[in-house]
């Protein structure tokens, strides 16, 4: 028969349990992009990537709020020509590429506007609206 003082040692150990994953993953949540958004960034595509390219490895958030951002270019004719691919860099980093073209961060890619839609899919993403179709 289990006594009261090793029911609430388990209990604990339990507890302990639960708290580490929780932070664990909201530390996962929170990793950086870059400097401009503040996060670290396979959905379906509604931006599809240029002839001949091939989808760049990247973390799971960044694919998260790659689809985000490829379904706000997808409602907006200004970004219809645009092909959008987020990936890893070989120091771990997250590359931007945009029509081939290889940005070394949100902050280097050229077109404002972009850059404007992708800080407001890292607001939606860091809310956890997540990559809705």
Do not use: C, H
Request: aromatic share 6%; glycine share 10%; proline share 5%.
């Amino acid at each position: 028969m289990i006594t009261l003082a090793a029911y609430l040692f388990i209990v604990g150990v339990v507890m302990l349990a639960a708290l580490l994953i929780a932070v664990g993953f909201q530390k996962l949540r929170g990793r950086g992009l870059s400097a401009a958004t503040g996060i670290r960034a396979k959905a379906p595509r509604p931006v599809s990537l240029a002839a001949g390219e091939t989808d760049r490895q990247a973390s799971a958030a960044a694919e998260a709020l790659q689809a985000i951002v490829r379904r706000r270019m997808a409602a907006d004719p200004a970004f219809a020509e645009e092909s959008l691919d987020f990936g890893t860099a070989p120091d771990g980093s997250v590359e931007v590429w945009l029509n081939g073209q290889a940005y070394a961060g949100v902050d280097q890619v050229p077109d404002q506007r972009l850059r404007d839609l992708i800080a407001q899919a890292a607001d939606e993403f860091n809310r956890g609206d997540g990559a809705r179709p």
